[in-house]
């Protein structure tokens, strides 16, 4: 039964940056549940997937060298580990991970006919089509059963699990391995990370509701890694039940006891995020506005689909951030989904006279720490709002 716990009003669509800023944009309303019997959070609103992901899809993975690190070290670990004949990549986007495998081994699947494109031109075989069964039927026609498929951040944003699921475990060879990687819920709830959720995440996952899924297909976990990427992410290594070449490691029962131990299987947990979500977005009204006062001069850094949800829950606008600065070619020029906020075209000299920045890719802190470090040397300051708004001193 599906509980509601939060309410983060209208939204737009997150990836929408337009050219002109309209007051009237394509809205929704961004609700959030809880599955008591599955443990699944997901939002209520589903937009069909072509209004999302279509020719015109800004997002690149290679754009953050944390990610590109990522994948490197993956794709070292996926051959040494498992050493697979086929490997299958379901959105793929601009190929960062796949370009570490073999092209003559390999297919991608990416929708976005902008950035399949760009793994086309690479030599690399891409579909560009949305996963699902009649895709499945298709590939099914002209190639033989893959022993490896792997997803980043791309299942939580299709609707139809059960389909999902089936249609992988049909590609899928008996003793072959399906590794899927997202944010964890975990992290999103400990963080406060409310702009986890917005139109393209339908769901945000735990072990408890990927464990619950997967019974159906007859598909288990058998290993769990923890990734500092995207805020805090699981990796799940997943087989078929009666493949015994890998045994279940141990860090599957450690998560599973971790998530209920928080209580992740509990309304209560969800309606508690809700009362903190509530209170971060009057804290960080509050700071911005103190700053504001006393004359300082803000700006976004990463104009981020998450960025999106905190903006418009918030009510935030250009009365506190001047701009949004991104690397993002597509998103240059354009303004913050909702917002009357302009995205520029990064480029350092657009951090002179500025006193703080609001991270909005606050998941790359790190990175963004590294490139920055003279914004910061000249006393330059950060602002986050995860896990609670304030300025950043380290
Ligand atoms: O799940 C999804 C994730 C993987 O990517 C998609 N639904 C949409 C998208 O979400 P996001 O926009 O919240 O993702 P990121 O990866 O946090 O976006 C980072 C943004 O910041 C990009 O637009 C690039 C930009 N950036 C920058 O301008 N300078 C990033 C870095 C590291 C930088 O130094
Ligand atoms: N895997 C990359 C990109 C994540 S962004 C990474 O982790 O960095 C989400 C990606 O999922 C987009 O490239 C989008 O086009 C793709 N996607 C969305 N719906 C899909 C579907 N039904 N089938 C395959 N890919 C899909």
């Given at each position: 039964m599906n509980k509601f716990f939060l309410n983060l009003g209208s939204q737009p669509l997150?990836?929408?940056?337009?050219n002109k800023y309209f007051k009237k944009q394509i809205k929704y309303n961004l609700k959030l549940y809880f599955n008591n019997r599955t443990n699944l959070v997901s939002i209520s609103k589903r937009i069909p997937s072509k209004k999302m992901f279509?020719?015109?899809?800004?997002?690149?993975?290679?754009?953050?060298k944390t990610m590109q690190k990522s994948f490197l070290d993956l794709s070292f670990e996926i051959k040494k580990r498992f050493n697979p004949k086929f490997f299958l990549e379901i959105g793929?986007?601009?190929g960062t991970l796949i370009k570490n495998f073999p092209k003559n081994k390999t297919i991608a699947i990416e929708p976005c006919s902008n950035l399949a494109k760009i793994t086309k031109k690479r030599g690399y075989k891409t579909y560009s089509e949305f996963w699902d069964n009649k895709l499945v039927n298709k590939l099914l026609k002209k190639h033989n059963k893959v022993d490896l498929i792997y997803s980043a951040?791309?299942?939580?944003?299709?609707?139809?699990l059960d389909d999902v699921f089936s249609s992988i475990n049909r590609l899928l060879c008996d003793e072959g391995i399906l590794i899927i990687e997202d944010p964890s819920l975990l992290e999103c709830i400990k963080k406060v990370s409310?702009?986890?959720?917005?139109?393209?995440?339908i769901y945000v996952f735990s072990a408890l509701s990927v464990q619950n899924i997967l019974k159906k297909f007859n598909l288990e976990i058998f290993d769990i890694k923890n990734l500092n990427t995207h805020g805090g992410s699981l990796r799940y290594y997943i087989k078929k039940?009666?493949?015994?070449?890998f045994k279940i490691h141990k860090s599957v029962k450690q998560q599973l006891k971790i998530e209920i131990k928080f209580g992740l299987d509990k309304l209560s947990t969800y309606r508690k995020f809700a009362k903190l979500t509530l209170k971060s977005k009057t804290k960080l009204l509050s700071l911005l506005k103190n700053l504001k006062i006393s004359g300082k001069k803000i700006i976004g850094y990463g104009a981020t689909a998450k960025a999106t949800t905190v903006l418009n829950y918030c009510k935030i606008?250009?009365?506190?951030?001047?701009y949004f600065l991104d690397t993002t070619p597509d998103k240059?020029?354009?303004?913050m989904p909702g917002k009357k906020i302009k995205i520029l075209k990064?480029?350092?000299?657009?951090?002179?006279?500025?006193d703080y920045i609001f991270l909005g890719a606050w998941n790359f802190k790190k990175e963004i720490f590294i490139k920055e470090k003279k914004f910061i040397k000249n006393g330059g300051k950060f602002i986050t709002?995860?896990?609670?708004p304030r300025i950043l001193l380290k």
């Amino acid at each position: 039964m599906n509980k509601f716990f939060l309410n983060l009003g209208s939204q737009p669509l997150a990836n929408n940056y337009l050219n002109k800023y309209f007051k009237k944009q394509i809205k929704y309303n961004l609700k959030l549940y809880f599955n008591n019997r599955t443990n699944l959070v997901s939002i209520s609103k589903r937009i069909p997937s072509k209004k999302m992901f279509n020719n015109k899809y800004p997002y690149k993975s290679s754009l953050s060298k944390t990610m590109q690190k990522s994948f490197l070290d993956l794709s070292f670990e996926i051959k040494k580990r498992f050493n697979p004949k086929f490997f299958l990549e379901i959105g793929s986007n601009d190929g960062t991970l796949i370009k570490n495998f073999p092209k003559n081994k390999t297919i991608a699947i990416e929708p976005c006919s902008n950035l399949a494109k760009i793994t086309k031109k690479r030599g690399y075989k891409t579909y560009s089509e949305f996963w699902d069964n009649k895709l499945v039927n298709k590939l099914l026609k002209k190639h033989n059963k893959v022993d490896l498929i792997y997803s980043a951040n791309t299942l939580t944003h299709i609707s139809n699990l059960d389909d999902v699921f089936s249609s992988i475990n049909r590609l899928l060879c008996d003793e072959g391995i399906l590794i899927i990687e997202d944010p964890s819920l975990l992290e999103c709830i400990k963080k406060v990370s409310y702009d986890q959720f917005y139109n393209e995440h339908i769901y945000v996952f735990s072990a408890l509701s990927v464990q619950n899924i997967l019974k159906k297909f007859n598909l288990e976990i058998f290993d769990i890694k923890n990734l500092n990427t995207h805020g805090g992410s699981l990796r799940y290594y997943i087989k078929k039940k009666k493949n015994n070449k890998f045994k279940i490691h141990k860090s599957v029962k450690q998560q599973l006891k971790i998530e209920i131990k928080f209580g992740l299987d509990k309304l209560s947990t969800y309606r508690k995020f809700a009362k903190l979500t509530l209170k971060s977005k009057t804290k960080l009204l509050s700071l911005l506005k103190n700053l504001k006062i006393s004359g300082k001069k803000i700006i976004g850094y990463g104009a981020t689909a998450k960025a999106t949800t905190v903006l418009n829950y918030c009510k935030i606008d250009d009365n506190y951030i001047d701009y949004f600065l991104d690397t993002t070619p597509d998103k240059a020029n354009k303004f913050m989904p909702g917002k009357k906020i302009k995205i520029l075209k990064y480029k350092k000299r657009l951090l002179t006279n500025v006193d703080y920045i609001f991270l909005g890719a606050w998941n790359f802190k790190k990175e963004i720490f590294i490139k920055e470090k003279k914004f910061i040397k000249n006393g330059g300051k950060f602002i986050t709002h995860v896990p609670s708004p304030r300025i950043l001193l380290k």
